[in-house]
Nanobody
Framework: QVQLVESGGGLVQAGGSLRLSCTAS????????MGWFRQVPGREREFVAS???????TDFADSVKGRSGISRDYANSVFLDIDSLRPEDAAVYYC????????????????WGQGTQVSVSS
């Protein structure tokens, strides 16, 4: 069982930056592919970014590519940075984990956090 806890959401001005953090309670954290997804009411959860075990590779959605970063440390945490925030970045952001290769499909991630709300003021 993997428990994930996100933090770092809140109200951010358009054009600003944010860093979301996710801490996992699992002994073998480095073995998991970690992903960030986001969801707004009435829409499906969408892929934002992912990072494979040991940070070997990363992947980003086109909507955030070039203005975002994803990283992980050896203290069971994964981070999502987004710059030049836009109103359309507002959503609940979820940290997710899977014991397999990279994926951009939400349903392939077995473990989910509770989510953290990001609001963007224009």
């Amino acid at each position: 069982q993997v428990q994930l806890v996100e933090s770092g959401g809140g109200l951010v001005q358009a054009g600003g930056s944010l860093r979301l953090s996710c801490t996992a309670s699992v002994r073998t954290f480095s073995d998991y592919t970690m992903g960030w997804f986001r969801q707004v009411p009435g829409r499906e959860r969408e892929f934002v970014a992912s990072i494979t075990p040991y940070g070997r590779s990363t992947d980003f959605a086109d909507s955030v590519k070039g203005r975002s970063g994803i990283s992980r440390d050896y203290a069971n945490s994964v981070f999502l940075d987004i710059d030049s925030l836009r109103p359309e970045d507002a959503a609940v952001y979820y940290c997710q984990a899977r014991g397999g290769p990279a994926s951009s499909t939400a349903g392939e991630f077995v473990y989910w956090g509770q989510g953290t709300q990001v609001s963007v003021s224009s």
